[in-house]
């Protein structure tokens, strides 16, 4: 009886490939913020010496390290081997924590909580010099609604006093009396004291707590950000009142200490929550911390979950002539909102945009995508009724039918007691039949088409 063995190399590789699957599905998509790894890999790999070696660059090149010992040992072992050690590619740091109800009593980090072996494999990055990808990843919980459920409950996190985020002496003292924030701490001193390999340019941070981080302060942590070629951080959880905790709010504004050291990075993105969009000042917003000078070499830009404000726009004019991919995913203007100190509209934002592309000349930007809106926020294809005057409503589904390209842009407001966003369909429907917003998206469009050879749809 034929074997896999028996197959041609062609084959035998297209079937490992094919193996070769994200573990899990999510949002945003895999290819940002999960891990492949593939349990049939490994199985076929234990089966002879023959498979070991045609699994082993698929096997090796994307491995997990969590936050036990025998994981520990297990990446000392690959890291001591120079075969293995060479063929990852990928290497992702999993770590598990638990809030405290309490903060009264001290409960520092043991060995327990943060093997030395974890530690040890952290402090030597160069050991993997093929090394390319390297994400962090802190879970509450073990499931996302858990996590959601105990970040939530702790008040210490956004509630109450905000950690001191540029102090480092204070923060050391509250690590000391929490191990969470202990083993955050830990390990992105292990991360940034390593000798990290020239390969390694793309560092994620996953579903980051907004907590005060004494590492972040350190020269020798931004040192390490200073090599990147892309960063990618979310921020955690989808609770529905991130905007109305100062700790929240406050750690966002001190990510320009992550943001300014970024000298070297071409690709950046950004995901913050659907309850927690920052971008402009005022009572329960925030600002978002860029600044004209930073990042410099910036070729790719992606926001999802903010506010779109002025200072963005001139962040993104000020990157013109480096730019080639922008993408704004669930974004909005705060144009309308009561609590918002900035009332910048689409129009103005896309303005700013489309000016800076015009005096550029030849600007390379070939991508700009900004997630369409659908009127009132619901579907018309669905027979679902669109919010507002009746008037407008027939006014707006006639210029939507003779104009199939015309499309709303997202307002939103954030309520002034809990801080959750809700949309504002009224302007929505305004903004959308007055036209400033989509003549502004068209500019850019316009000159974007050009730099594409009509390659992006206009949409």
Not at 426 to 434: C, K, T, V, Y
Not at 446 to 456: H, N, P
């Amino acid at each position: 009886m034929p074997s896999f063995l028996d197959l041609s190399a062609e084959l035998q590789l297209l079937i490992i490939e094919y193996l070769d699957i994200p573990a899990t599905l999510c949002d945003p998509p895999a290819a940002y913020f999960a891990p492949r790894t593939s349990q049939d890999i490994a199985s076929l790999s234990s089966c002879c010496r023959t498979l070991r070696r045609l699994a082993a660059p698929t096997l090796y090149r994307n491995i997990l390290l969590r936050d036990d010992d025998k994981s520990g040992k297990s990446l000392q072992a690959v890291g001591q081997s120079s075969w293995a050690a060479s063929l990852v590619r990928e290497l992702n740091l999993e770590a598990h924590i638990t809030l405290d109800d309490e903060w009264e009593e001290p409960n520092p980090l043991s060995d327990e909580d943060f093997p030395a072996s974890v530690e040890e494999v952290l402090s030597h990055l160069e050991r993997f010099p093929r090394l390319e990808l390297f994400t962090v990843q802190f879970k509450c919980g073990e499931t996302q609604t858990m996590d959601e459920d105990a970040v939530d409950c702790n008040p210490d996190i956004w509630m109450e006093t905000p950690d001191p985020f540029r102090d480092f002496a204070a923060l050391k003292q509250k690590e000391e009396k929490s191990d969470w924030k202990a083993l955050m701490a830990r390990t992105y001193d292990a991360i940034s004291e390593s000798k990290h390999p020239s390969a390694l340019t793309t560092l994620e941070l996953r579903n980051v707590l907004p907590s005060g981080v004494s590492s972040f302060t350190t020269e020798a942590w931004q040192a390490f950000l200073r090599t990147l070629k892309v960063l990618r951080l979310s921020l955690h959880g989808r609770a529905e009142s991130f905007n109305a905790a100062d700790g929240y709010l406050g750690f966002i504004e001190s990510l320009d200490l992550l943001f300014s050291q970024l000298v070297s990075v071409t690709e950046f993105r950004f995901t913050a929550t659907e309850s927690g969009l920052p971008g402009v000042s005022g009572h329960l917003h925030t600002v978002f911390p860029l600044n004209v000078q930073d990042m410099p070499m910036l070729q790719v830009f992606e926001l999802q979950f903010c506010f779109i404000s002025e200072r963005t726009a001139r962040f993104i004019a000020s990157h013109i002539m480096t730019l080639k991919r922008i993408s704004l995913e669930d974004c909005y203007s705060a144009a309308t909102c009561d609590n918002a100190e900035e009332d910048t509209s689409w129009a103005t934002f896309l303005n700013i945009i489309a000016d800076s592309l015009e005096a550029a000349g030849n600007p390379p930007l070939e991508y700009f995508f900004v997630s369409p809106s659908i009127l009132g926020g619901t579907s018309q294809q669905d027979g679902c009724p669109i919010s507002g005057d009746d008037q407008q409503i027939e006014l707006a589904q006639s210029m939507s039918k003779t104009d199939p390209h015309r499309r709303p842009f997202n307002y939103g407001r954030v309520d002034d007691k809990y801080g959750f966003l809700y949309e504002d369909e009224e302007e929505n429907l305004d903004a959308f039949i007055a036209g400033q917003d989509q003549a502004a998206f068209d500019r850019v469009m316009a000159i974007v088409g050009r730099q594409s050879g009509g390659k992006q749809r206009t949409v």
